[in-house]
């Protein structure tokens, strides 16, 4: 049974910076697209990055562009997501989602199959 773990969910202040990680077990992500999403409170689930299964196409959220960077360590098996400058509209709990499948939407949440539980970033301003 695959399961997606995220961590490094945080209390930071803004402009501080969080690097947050998603694991699988069960499976491995190698050959896996994977996206970070985020839901803030009374909000809908909102596309934060994707990465896709050969790391040649690497999409961002409006709201992520030129702060945030997924990468992927084949070796550790998991799919990061550093965060910078980030704001107190940053406050949210962060999603990891995976597909083995075809994906032509990455940022949709439609096309992901697995989920983490998510880990909570709070910004303080």
């Known amino acids: 049974q695959v399961q997606l773990i995220e961590s490094g969910g945080d209390l930071v202040q803004a402009g501080g910076s969080l690097s947050l990680s998603c694991a699988a077990s069960?499976?491995?992500?190698?050959?896996?697209?994977v996206a970070w999403f985020r839901e803030a409170p009374e909000k809908e689930r909102e596309f934060v990055a994707a990465?896709?299964?050969?790391?040649?196409?690497?999409t961002y959220g409006d709201s992520a562009q030129g702060r945030f960077t997924i990468s992927r360590d084949n070796a550790k098996n998991t799919v990061s997501l550093q965060m910078h400058g980030l704001k107190p509209q940053d406050t949210a709990v962060y999603f990891c989602?995976?597909?083995?499948?075809?994906?032509?939407?990455?940022?949709?949440?439609?096309?992901?199959?697995?989920w983490g539980q998510g880990t909570q970033v709070t910004v303080s301003s």
């Open positions: 990465i896709n299964w050969s790391d040649t196409e690497i």
């Open positions: 989602a995976a597909s083995w499948g075809e994906v032509t939407k990455f940022y949709s949440t439609d096309h992901y199959n697995f």
């Open positions: 069960g499976a491995s992500l190698n050959s896996a697209h």
